[in-house]
């Protein structure tokens, strides 16, 4: 089946404990992002990767880090916590981003809480 | 600075009868237009697309209508059942845009759609 997974699906940490949200997609996607949903704001980019070794800045990627070693993994690490990173965090894929039209496959969500 | 705005947090809706969700945009170089479906404790979904070639697009129930000059566009469900009760995005992208810009999608806030039996 395809589809995007993202682990864990409920996280709750404390401030400054560094934690990785995993996410993974098995329909050898080029384009992979990280967005945050936040009540009120709607989904807000964080980072996006257009490929293996190849990431770049959403809008708002401040606290966060990315990274593409292989094609189908995209994990999202939070180095230092803090509570207004306590959101709703999405992962999702597309056979190479927005400009082609393909749209993108969201996993089902990671919520995290930093207190 | 909120470029794709639903006005509407919520919309309550008989079964059967017309949902209309509405999204108006203020960047002139969106070209693309989508509309996600979401349910509780799942990520979006697609639903619809337009590009800015057309004014309509139709697929089953679901019919998103655009107006370029007025930078509006709408999702019409007809008729509307009780599993279209969701969280409706509406979202935009600008082929041109280049740079940072390159493949990103611009999500509106959502509106929440009940459809009462």
């Known amino acids: 089946e395809a589809q995007v997974t993202q682990n864990p699906r409920y996280l709750i940490t404390v401030t400054g404990k560094k934690l990785t949200v995993t996410c993974s997609q098995n329909?050898?996607?080029?384009?992979m992002s990280w967005y945050r949903q936040d009540p009120g704001l709607g989904l807000r980019q964080i980072y996006y990767?257009?490929?293996?070794?190849?990431?770049d800045k959403g809008d708002v990627p401040e606290g966060y880090k990315v990274s593409r070693k292989e094609k189908r993994n995209f994990p999202l690490i939070l180095e230092s916590p803090s509570p207004n990173q306590t959101s709703l965090y999405f992962c999702?894929?597309?056979?190479?981003?927005?400009?082609?039209?393909?749209?993108?496959?969201f996993g089902n969500g990671t919520r995290l809480t930093v207190t | 600075d909120q470029q794709v705005k639903q006005n509407s947090p919520s919309l309550s809706v008989q079964e059967g009868r017309i949902s209309i969700l509405n999204c108006d945009y203020t960047?002139?170089?969106?070209?693309?237009f989508l509309w996600y479906k979401k349910y509780p404790a799942e990520g979006p979904t697609f639903l619809i697309s337009?590009?800015?070639?057309?004014d309509k697009n139709e697929d089953g129930r679901f019919t998103v209508f655009l107006n370029k000059s007025a930078k509006h566009l709408s999702l019409h469900i007809v008729p509307s059942q009780p599993g279209d009760s969701a969280v409706y995005f509406c979202?935009?992208?600008?082929?041109?845009?280049?740079?940072?810009?390159?493949?990103?999608?611009?999500f509106g806030q959502g509106t929440i759609l009940t459809v009462h039996p």
């Open positions: 999702a894929s597309s056979l190479s981003g927005g400009q082609s039209r393909s749209p993108l496959h």
């Open positions: 329909m050898n996607h080029e384009y």
């Open positions: 990767s257009m490929n293996v070794e190849v990431t």
């Open positions: 960047n002139s170089m969106f070209d693309y």
């Open positions: 337009i590009s800015s070639i057309k």
């Open positions: 979202a935009a992208s600008a082929s041109y845009a280049g740079g940072t810009s390159y493949g990103k999608l611009t």
